[in-house]
């Protein structure tokens, strides 16, 4: 059965049937592939993730995920402990789901790339979106829980993904200068915003 789900041709109708069973047996069996998960984790096994079975159809999941309709999940979902971070990584490079990589270089601590992607997402956000928002509404309030233009609010989340990483990430680095150039690549990086 997997086999057939995983091997099912891509397209908007199968794509959304794909999603929903996939998105449903994730749901039902997360605990399980949790549980692998983490029994990998601590024999320390080379291929860390879960089962090959459950391994296809989050692959399948990811690549549904990196088409247009879903492209907006494909952060939430790919910040799972459970997802394998290659195989998703390539996926969302090869497609372009900028905020998905960058989540997943964020896994990977690599985070100055994480930044930069990050960046890249607030940079096409504020050109494309953010911008028209503030001119409609020069008083558009940024960091306030009750705004409720959808852009100025994923603009804030993104800049706290930001600061999270330097904050939570930084202060795990081994060495106090490499957490202040971490702070200082970010605050560069933003900087160049326009």
Excluded: H
Excluded at 159 to 177: H, N, P, Q, V, W
């Amino acid at each position: 059965m997997v086999q057939a789900i995983v091997s099912y041709a891509s397209s908007s109708s199968a794509n959304e049937l794909c999603f929903s069973f996939i998105n449903k047996v994730l749901d039902l069996k997360q605990q399980t592939i949790t549980e692998e998960y983490m029994q990998t984790v601590v024999r320390g096994a080379n291929d860390v993730g879960p089962s090959d079975k459950y391994k296809k159809l989050i692959v399948k999941l990811v690549e549904i995920l990196c088409e247009k309709k879903y492209r907006k999940l494909a952060m939430e979902y790919v910040q799972r402990d459970y997802f394998p971070i290659d195989e998703c990584l390539e996926i969302c490079e090869q497609k372009g789901v900028l905020d998905a990589c960058a989540a997943l270089y964020k896994r990977k601590s690599e985070y100055k790339q994480s930044i930069s992607l990050y960046v890249q997402v607030l940079t096409k956000l504020s050109k494309e979106e953010v911008i028209f928002a503030v001119y409609i509404n020069a008083n558009i309030p940024f960091n306030d829980p009750n705004t409720e233009n959808q852009d100025i609010k994923r603009f804030d989340e993104l800049m706290t993904m930001i600061i999270d990483i330097c904050d939570k990430y930084g202060s795990r680095l081994l060495k106090e200068e490499e957490s202040e150039e971490l702070w200082l690549f970010a605050i560069n990086e933003v900087y160049k915003i326009k």
